[in-house]
């Protein structure tokens, strides 16, 4: 080390300084070190707000629960199940069904995007997956209405269940407008309520009409 | 002289070759001494020096893509109906959404990305980045099997796309849309995490820097 004979440190120059790392904002998971704990809080929390929006459906007063998480789990359980339901064909027909499916997904998902755009484009505050939300979630009463339908169907098909399933589904069509408005409704300035409301109203008409006119095979 | 430092302190009955010179170590036994050494427990070690930390996580982050994948191109083995098939494909496609967002982006890149609204109704992106590094933070092959798996899953449904498209098999294409949107929403979001902490992360390591340089 013969090169740094000469290099000397006066005693003027403090040698000093910072060896501490700095430690960023714990995120909620840094403490976690197995897989099976996280994970199995995390599907249960979400389950659980799953379930409480289910349930703000059904009871739908005017909560901020549903517009602030939104989650698009429940309107692809529930347009998966009512997709199923609307199926007429057997499981062994070369026809089975396929294109209705579909069909009924597409309605359900594009009919959802395109009322959303339309609410947006007139001025409203809500966000684009918030507005899915709701309208997904609020499909929950006429999912139970196509429920009664097909087990009203297994007992008949005349005139007196053609009554009780156009009862059913008039109810239930009312109680989905009535929740989705009650959430949608109020983000917009109020001279355009209407503009808002309508579209709704074809996009669960629509939905109802197919249940309605859905005949078994 | 040379001493053997064997970490765990663990004195050994009738000791093999020396790690360091290969020879026996009759001629060190006098030399040698057992200094305990603390690396911390051996589970630590072990999880230090493997390839794969959280090897649950890296196999659910394929599995689910791929099974949809396989799913869609060999559906008419597995059964006759297109409901079930749709079903399962998008159940399929739903699962890996949720779990590449919300467990193997943190576990494996330790990036995460969510949507947060807030009182008056704005709503924001949040992309997070993991700064400090632990114990348990992964590792280079983990890190690379995650953006290979994040990449060319979206490539592969946008081929399914075009495919559907001109061999006019209409019924598929709701599906082959829905696929693609959620695997391109997964891999927008952790791009753009990756993208936003580059440069906290470069102002980081250089405060890092100036702070602990201390002449030598």
Redesign the interface.
Known sequence: FSGLADVSITEDIPVEGEITVPVGSHSPDEDFSTLDEPVRDTIMRDLKAVGKKFVHVMYPKKSSALLRDWDLWGPLVLCVSLALMLQGGSADSKDDGGPQFAEVFVIIWFGAVVITLNSKLLGGTISFFQSLCVLGYCVLPLTVAMLVCRLVLLAGSGTVSFVIRLIVVVAMFGWSTLASTAFLADSQPPNRKALVVYPIFLFYFVISWMILTFTPQ | RRRAVRGGGRRRGSPGPSPLTGLPPQALVDDTEDVSLDFGSEEELALRKAKIR?P??TFFHLFFRVSAIITYLFCDWFS????AC??TI?LLL?FDF?SVK??TG??LVGL?WW?Q?DED???HWVF?A???P???ASTEAEARIFWLGLIICPVIWTVFFFSTLFSLKL?WL??VIAGISLQTANLYGYIHCKLGGQKSISR?TS??FV?????K
């Open positions: 959280h649950l996580a006759n109906s297109f409901v749709f079903v998008l739903s949720w919300n467990v943190r576990l995460r949507n609204i109704g704005k709503s997070e993991k700064r400090v632990t114990i348990a019924k709701a599906l980081v405060r890092f702070t602990a340089d201390a002449p």
